[in-house]
C-alpha cells in the first residue's frame, strides 16, 4: 500500500512538471513571431508525450492489474525519462546559460531570439529547462518504483513438487 502512494505521488509530481513545461513552451511558441527551433518544438512533444502517458500511467499504478502487463509501465517510464534528459540537455545547451537581462544576448540566441518580448521568452525556456530536470527525475524514480511493483506482481517462486517427469523414488512405489 505505501508502494502505491509513493508511486502515485510520483505520477503528481511528473504531472506538475509536465504540465508547467507544456504551458511555458507552449507561451514560448504563441509568441513566436517567426517561427521556434527544433529545440523549442521537442520540447513541447516531450510534454505532450508525458501528459498523454500518464493518462496511462496513473490507473495503472493505482492498480498493477490495470496495467495490462507490468512491463508497459518500465518502458513508458523508460521512454519519458530518455526523452525528458535529452530535452533538457538540449535546451540547456542552446540557452547557454547567460543573463536575461542581457540584450546582446537574446538578440543572437535562437531559442530567445524571434519573440518581441526577447526577455519574458529567455526567463520562460530558463524554467522551463529547470521543470524538465524535475520532471526527469521524477520518471527516473519511477523506473525503479516500476520495475519493484512488476516483480511483485510476478510469481518468481520455484515449484516445491517435483519436477515434471521425473521419476519417482523408491519410498513412492
Request: charged content about 10%.
Amino acid at each position: 500500500m505505501a508502494m502505491n502512494a509513493i508511486q502515485l505521488g510520483l505520477r503528481l509530481w511528473e504531472f506538475l512538471w509536465t504540465l508547467l513545461v507544456m504551458a511555458l513552451i507552449g507561451n514560448m511558441i504563441a509568441d513566436s513571431f517567426s517561427g521556434n527551433p527544433a529545440t523549442v518544438n521537442y520540447a513541447m512533444f516531450v510534454s505532450a508525450f508525458s501528459m498523454f502517458t500518464l493518462f496511462y500511467l496513473v490507473p495503472a499504478s493505482i492498480n498493477i492489474d490495470w496495467a495490462i502487463h507490468p512491463i508497459f509501465m518500465i518502458v513508458l517510464d523508460t521512454l519519458n525519462a530518455i526523452f525528458f534528459l535529452t530535452a533538457g540537455i538540449a535546451l540547456a545547451a542552446k540557452l547557454e546559460a547567460h543573463s536575461c537581462s542581457n540584450n546582446d544576448y537574446t538578440l543572437n540566441n535562437e531559442i530567445t531570439n524571434g519573440s518581441v518580448h526577447r526577455e519574458k521568452r529567455c526567463r520562460e525556456a530558463q524554467a522551463s529547462t529547470a521543470f524538465l530536470w524535475l520532471a526527469w527525475a521524477g520518471y527516473t524514480a519511477s523506473i525503479a518504483l516500476s520495475s519493484l511493483a512488476a516483480r511483485r506482481s510476478v510469481n518468481l517462486r520455484p515449484r516445491t513438487g517435483p519436477a515434471r517427469g521425473a521419476r519417482p523414488s523408491m519410498a513412492q512405489v
